[in-house]
């Protein structure tokens, strides 16, 4: 039995072990729940980094949306695609992280785009956005798809009246979310998520991709649930879902005043309990196996109090037991820490490293000695001096502790940015050093993170100063912090120059009280457009102003942002087309007079080819020197001058051109001044400058008559108050140097002058530059179309000809036509149109058909007295029904082209199917090229003017039933 001491002492050592056991169980709680402060701690940081970084991105986007909106607002949606497709491809570009750009109408139907055509389109956005959205509103859908979610940003495009009647929208690239949440990302056990609003999973990523681990559908809802401190004090909570392990999470609801989302997006960020306490689990095992081996050692003490040297023993092993403890302890701490761990022995160049050193850089032990050497052969080129140098000073005794940032090379060949922290240790009794240690820690996503990040500021510089226009920030007491490239170029002013200048230096007096107002309203928060006129370096110009509140994280208005655009250009081509479109209407007012008189004329010529056929037969069933023959003559040459007026009037309207032929130019000047005198008033005196010999030229007539009645008419409107004169001359030009400066728009030899000269008001450089073009007057608007001068002009070039003007303010102006000329002997007398060519058939079957019972009658008789058989029909259902009754086939059938029940070309194409073979000839009162073409594509034999049925008829029925000629 043991006595009362050795209990005493068995008591003391028991009370003792209990008093350890409670201080153990609580230091293993107040460890357990650090380790949970710190990680929830740990988690909100990484939620509030990835809200940092997501929140600038997410801005751009929005304010570039913005611009585009805006630009589209003051667009008809018609002139969307060509005004700013162009732009979206370089934004889409500049922009990190997005796809693409789109615009599409109110259908949802693509209008521009620029970046990746396999993107999402906006049409998939539409029912988020309903009929009438908020424009000021930015709406995220979460498109699916066969690879990862994309998320879709879009602005809705508004009209007058509210409606939707398009919408703008950016699609985000997905990798962008993966590094994005990759960056937060640095426990193996770690994932992060982006959810919108109710519970729609945008995004997430696992730090261990290979772990096969991949979120369930219902994930985004619970990862949405607001947690007390989401978005306020840092912190995480512990949440559940059936069926998988509790993890810690940490939420962050996007925060920026700047991004108004229809929808709040949460930034979650979560590790799995598990996961987490596992060193915890594993340290509190170790404390608990050395509280037991110490509790058991203290028994065995308190057994063996005689055995002093056992004790001793026991006490020896557990100080080695501790300092493996306290060697196991550091292992965890560089583990925790993903810490690479070193040791350099300074005589020997030797180093000692742990695992994580070799893993950090992709090695393995073996592939290179953890020396000095072998130190710097993985230092980057241009990082060793500054590292060798950092190590010097510090073993030389000027720094604390060594700490260097450079790049080791990967074994894949990257290059890793390394933070290497140490301190000597050991020195000897000369204080050289003799023992460093010290640690590496990876600093390569920080580093990669920071570069991106300057790479989308220098972007966003760059889009900035790609803007056409100027683009500024004035601080709140309206001073300039900030100019883009293009205020240079508009102002001449360089941003050093413009740094803390007051605005109104450079707005003109009378407009400071009316901008002053509208800076006013931007300071108070207020998105705000005016339309300006701007002095500008180059010239005034006229632009549309933005000003776009800047806001500080708190919301606070710091200042505006000041975007000007150029609508110089547009206003200037809006004034422009205004003018064609009246220049259009008076043209469209020409061409409908033309083709009435072109109506008129066709319907004419049938009662001229009646008249003049029907004389023409008169006059030959008449004996010789019967008094009605002179009466005949009469109507046979009011009908000749009635058929040439057709033909001016067919020209005029541009049914038909004559041809060219030779012809004295006195007849056509004494019959255009008969025209002038009764149509000018008697306070114009008309004057003629002739020569005594006849003058020739080639010339069409009728288009020759209307150049001088052009002439004539301009001289006329030109005369102050109608009054004054005009002269009218000709000559002929020799061919000689004179004539040089009008070649080779003037073909060489002879010349024929033609003038027309007024003592009117004149013209000024700028007006003689533009008087020929089309649509160009100085008339007031209603008294002209600018039309006839053009006219003029073309009728000349037509001719070969050339026309010039000579004319100065108040001294008039002498009109200058040079046409080609040509000698007498190249004059030939017109034939006689009233005597056709004697022409006999052999009693041939011809069918005509015409409506006009005064032609069919008339041409019958013409055809008759030519020996030929006729037969007439009224329309086409009557010519074909002959055609089919008739005993024999005929030999030619003769119709006309404008039939009520069909024209004569259904009748030719009937015949073709009917009888094949069976030859067809057309008359008409105007013969176009259209009909001509159509003619011919349908095998007609021949084309007939029925005005000039009586002279031409015989000779083209002859012509066509002609046997072929013999080989």
Known sequence: MPDARQRRERLLLVAVLLAGALWLGWERWASHDAVGRAERAHLAAQARALEE?????????????????????????????????????????????????????????????????????????????????????????????????????????????????????????????????????DAADMQAAIVQGPGRLLAWQAADAASGLQP???????????????????????????????????????????????????????RDLQALYAPWWHRTAIYVALYLLLAGAALAAGLRLQRRQAEMRQLSQATRREREIDAERLALALRGGDLALWDLSLPSGQTVVNDRWFSMLGLVRGDVEPGVEGWLSLLHPDDRATARAAQDAHLAGATPAYEASYRMRHRDGRWRWVLDRGRVVERDAQGRARRMVGTHLDLTPQMEAEQALRDREAQ??????????????????????FANAAFERWFGLAGAQLLGRDWRSLVRPEAQPKIGGWLER??????????????????????IVTLVPDRDAAGAVLGCFVIVTDITERQRADAERQALEAQLREAQ????????????????????????????????????????????????????????????????????????????LRPVVDESLALLRATLPASVRLALVLPDDPVQVEADTTQLQQVLLNLCTNAWHALPEGRGRIEIGFEALPDTPALAPLRPALRPGPAVHLWVRDDGAGMDGATRERIFDPFFTTKPVGQGTGLGLAVVHGIVRHHGGVIRVDSEPGAGSTFHVYLPGVGPAAVAPPPDPATPPERRGRGQRLLVVDDDEVMVLMAQRLLERAGYRVTTAPGLAQALAAVAAAPAPFDLVISDYNMPEGSGLDLAEALQRERPGLPVVLSSGYLTDELAERAARIGVRGLLKKENSFEELTALVDAVLAPPPVA
Request: net charge positive.
């Open 53 to 185: 970084n997501l929140r600038p991105q997410l801005v751009a986007a929005y304010l570039t949306l913005r611009r585009l909106q805006a630009a589209l607002a003051l667009l008809p949606p018609a002139q969307w695609g060509p005004s700013l497709a162009p732009r979206l491809a370089p934004l889409s570009e500049a922009l990190a992280g997005v796809r693409s750009i789109e615009i599409t109408d109110a259908a949802g139907r693509r209008v521009a785009g620029g970046g990746d055509p396999g993107a999402p389109t906006a049409a998939q956005a539409l029912p988020s956005l309903g009929p009438r959205p908020s424009p000021a509103v930015l709406y995220l859908d979460a498109v699916p798809g066969p690879g990862p979610t994309t998320a879709l940003l879009t602005l809705a495009v508004l009209d007058a009246q509210g409606r939707r009647v398009g919408a703008v929208s950016a699609a985000l690239d997905p990798a962008y979310f993966g590094a994005l949440l990759s960056s937060v990302l």
């Open 216 to 270: 369930a559908p219902g994930d985004g809802a619970w990862m949405a649930q607001r947690l007390p401190d989401a978005g306020g004090t840092p912190g995480a909570s512990v949440l559940a879902v059936a069926g998988r392990p509790p993890r810690l999470l940490a939420q962050r609801i996007l925060q920026a005043r700047g991004l108004p989302l229809a929808q709040p997006l949460v930034l979650v960020v979560s």
């Open 460 to 481: 966003l510089s760059n889009v900035i100063d790609a803007l056409p226009g100027p683009a500024s920030r004035l601080d709140a007491q309206g001073r300039y912090t």
């Open 522 to 543: 931007a300071c108070a928060g207020e998105t705000v457009s005016f339309d300006h006129r701007m002095p500008a370096l180059h010239g005034e110009r006229d632009v």
């Open 589 to 664: 007012k020409m061409e409908s007079i033309g083709t009435l008189a072109g109506g008129i004329a066709h319907d004419f010529n049938n009662i001229l080819a009646a008249i003049l056929g029907n004389v023409a037969l008169a006059r030959g069933d008449l004996p010789p020197g019967h008094a009605v023959a002179s009466s005949l003559d009469q109507i046979d040459r009011a009908a000749l001058r009635a058929r040439s007026l057709v033909q001016q009037i067919l020209t005029f309207s541009r049914r038909q051109r004559n041809p060219l032929r030779v012809q004295p």
